[in-house]
């Protein structure tokens, strides 16, 4: 006799019902919150696919992205390349840790190293810990080399920064959903506001214990907040006075999402160190990463930093194919280019629907009124009409899709938006 199974009581064939189950949205959402944590609040899209700047549902509903991952996917879901290398080098070896040599590893600094214009490449895996080694980095030069007393050094941060979840960034945090009751807190990190310079000059001039200032180019999860022109090039003086280092967190705004290789490339400035995630990996696997120069990088000497995952030879066969796809793609130049249609299309839609237009590149944000919707509710309006995004701080809708993308499918994107919002009262 055949057993009772959910199948026959279903009256369905096994293979059936395996694909029922596997089509079922609502029910892979539930599951998902019956046993899942909580994290981010998803919307509710079950994504199953993604090649390109398309992503499908399990139904088989397609999607324009532009969210891209939150400025990971910068070369577009599944790049052809990505799968071929990851693959590749999934088969041959995928992780030794440092605790040997591997031929990507070296590969990868010295392709990073000649691009960009430093000495040393430090890999780890993803943003947060490459924001916590630049500033184990900058600690130990501040005692090493600037000859801050013990326990003294202080790190700067602007407000409303984001770099992560971690004990340390929640530290630097002046978000309290972020922070609160989560302390103690990292001791001597302050906060300046973003883009003022003299809010800087005071804090360093008062304080000889500060080791480093370290801020976003243009501030991403704050909502795609751009300086002042001569914002970046202020901070590279001021830190060069005051023998303070600067850390630019380049995690979201790197890797030609503004529309140039890096952001602080806008006003051809260099700081100290460099911090690199998201796209470097183009999503495929977690890679981050430090760049800086031998004097900086040599205060972590052997044994003082390190990690199981951060440079394995599966990460750095990725991370260097990546950024070999930024730069045979000139996907700077098209984010360039296609930031300026986004521009021209958003920046004069009515004040009644969005207050603001902000972004560099493709990396935008739109403010939209909340008198007129919130962001939640339009990004749900979105997701029916077949384009994803999600807000950054509940009204500031996100355009950053992946850098692939071309001029008739942002235009396609764009039309979805604005019918959305033209049609949503
Ligand atoms: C500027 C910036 N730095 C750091 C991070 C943290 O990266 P991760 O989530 O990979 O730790 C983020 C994440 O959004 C970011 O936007």
Redesign the pocket.
């Given at each position: 006799m055949q057993p009772i199974t959910r199948s026959r009581i279903l009256g369905l064939t096994q293979k059936e019902l395996r694909l029922k189950r596997s089509l079922n949205s609502q029910a892979l959402i539930k599951r998902d919150e019956k046993y899942g944590s909580r994290h981010f609040k998803p919307l509710p899209v079950v994504l199953a696919k993604g090649e390109g700047v398309h992503l499908w549902d399990v139904e088989g509903k397609r999607y324009l992205d532009f969210l891209a991952g939150?400025s990971t996917v910068n070369q577009g879901h599944c790049h052809p390349r990505l799968v071929k290398v990851t693959r590749e080098q999934a088969g041959k070896l995928a992780h030794t840790s440092r605790a040997f040599y591997s031929e990507p590893h070296g590969a990868l600094a010295e392709y990073l190293t000649k691009l960009f214009g430093w000495e040393k490449f430090l890999p780890m895996n993803?943003?947060?810990?490459a924001?916590d080694t630049a500033i184990k980095v900058a600690r130990r030069w501040g005692y090493r080399v600037k000859k801050i007393p013990s326990e003294k050094a202080t790190v700067v941060f602007a407000k409303n920064n984001?770099?992560?979840?971690s004990i340390a960034?929640l530290s630097a945090s002046t978000d309290p959903n972020c922070y609160t009751d989560f302390g103690p807190y990292v001791p001597r990190f302050d906060k300046v506001p973003y883009n003022d310079l003299n809010a800087l000059e005071q804090k360093f001039k008062q304080d000889p214990t500060v080791c480093a200032f370290m801020v976003?180019p243009i501030q991403?999860?704050a909502g795609v907040v751009v300086p002042s022109d001569g914002y970046l090039e202020g901070v590279r003086n001021l830190c060069t006075k005051y023998n303070v280092l600067w850390i630019a967190?380049e995690?979201?705004?790197g890797l030609c999402r503004t529309g140039k290789r890096l952001a602080v490339d806008h006003e051809n400035q260099r700081p100290d160190i460099l911090?690199l995630?998201?796209a470097l990996s183009g999503g495929m696997y977690?890679v981050?990463g430090i760049l800086a120069d031998e004097q900086i990088m040599s205060c972590l000497e052997t044994g003082s930093h390190g990690s199981t995952f951060g440079g394995s030879p599966l990460g750095n066969r990725i991370a260097l194919e990546a950024v070999q796809i930024l730069e045979d793609e000139n996907l700077a130049e098209n984010a360039c280019k296609l930031g300026e249609i986004v521009r021209k299309r958003l920046e004069n839609i009515s004040k009644d629907i969005a207050s603001e237009f902000r972004g560099r590149g493709l990396l935008c944000g739109l403010v939209i009124n909340k008198d007129f919707a919130e962001g939640w509710d339009i990004c749900l309006k979105l997701k029916e009409a077949g384009l994803l995004t999600r807000p950054a701080h509940g009204q500031i809708l996100r355009i950053s899709p992946p850098l692939t993308i071309t001029k008739e499918q942002l235009e396609e994107g764009l039309h979805i938006l604005t019918t959305v919002l033209d049609n949503y009262k």
């Amino acid at each position: 006799m055949q057993p009772i199974t959910r199948s026959r009581i279903l009256g369905l064939t096994q293979k059936e019902l395996r694909l029922k189950r596997s089509l079922n949205s609502q029910a892979l959402i539930k599951r998902d919150e019956k046993y899942g944590s909580r994290h981010f609040k998803p919307l509710p899209v079950v994504l199953a696919k993604g090649e390109g700047v398309h992503l499908w549902d399990v139904e088989g509903k397609r999607y324009l992205d532009f969210l891209a991952g939150f400025s990971t996917v910068n070369q577009g879901h599944c790049h052809p390349r990505l799968v071929k290398v990851t693959r590749e080098q999934a088969g041959k070896l995928a992780h030794t840790s440092r605790a040997f040599y591997s031929e990507p590893h070296g590969a990868l600094a010295e392709y990073l190293t000649k691009l960009f214009g430093w000495e040393k490449f430090l890999p780890m895996n993803t943003g947060v810990e490459a924001g916590d080694t630049a500033i184990k980095v900058a600690r130990r030069w501040g005692y090493r080399v600037k000859k801050i007393p013990s326990e003294k050094a202080t790190v700067v941060f602007a407000k409303n920064n984001f770099w992560g979840r971690s004990i340390a960034a929640l530290s630097a945090s002046t978000d309290p959903n972020c922070y609160t009751d989560f302390g103690p807190y990292v001791p001597r990190f302050d906060k300046v506001p973003y883009n003022d310079l003299n809010a800087l000059e005071q804090k360093f001039k008062q304080d000889p214990t500060v080791c480093a200032f370290m801020v976003e180019p243009i501030q991403g999860e704050a909502g795609v907040v751009v300086p002042s022109d001569g914002y970046l090039e202020g901070v590279r003086n001021l830190c060069t006075k005051y023998n303070v280092l600067w850390i630019a967190d380049e995690v979201q705004t790197g890797l030609c999402r503004t529309g140039k290789r890096l952001a602080v490339d806008h006003e051809n400035q260099r700081p100290d160190i460099l911090i690199l995630g998201k796209a470097l990996s183009g999503g495929m696997y977690p890679v981050s990463g430090i760049l800086a120069d031998e004097q900086i990088m040599s205060c972590l000497e052997t044994g003082s930093h390190g990690s199981t995952f951060g440079g394995s030879p599966l990460g750095n066969r990725i991370a260097l194919e990546a950024v070999q796809i930024l730069e045979d793609e000139n996907l700077a130049e098209n984010a360039c280019k296609l930031g300026e249609i986004v521009r021209k299309r958003l920046e004069n839609i009515s004040k009644d629907i969005a207050s603001e237009f902000r972004g560099r590149g493709l990396l935008c944000g739109l403010v939209i009124n909340k008198d007129f919707a919130e962001g939640w509710d339009i990004c749900l309006k979105l997701k029916e009409a077949g384009l994803l995004t999600r807000p950054a701080h509940g009204q500031i809708l996100r355009i950053s899709p992946p850098l692939t993308i071309t001029k008739e499918q942002l235009e396609e994107g764009l039309h979805i938006l604005t019918t959305v919002l033209d049609n949503y009262k």
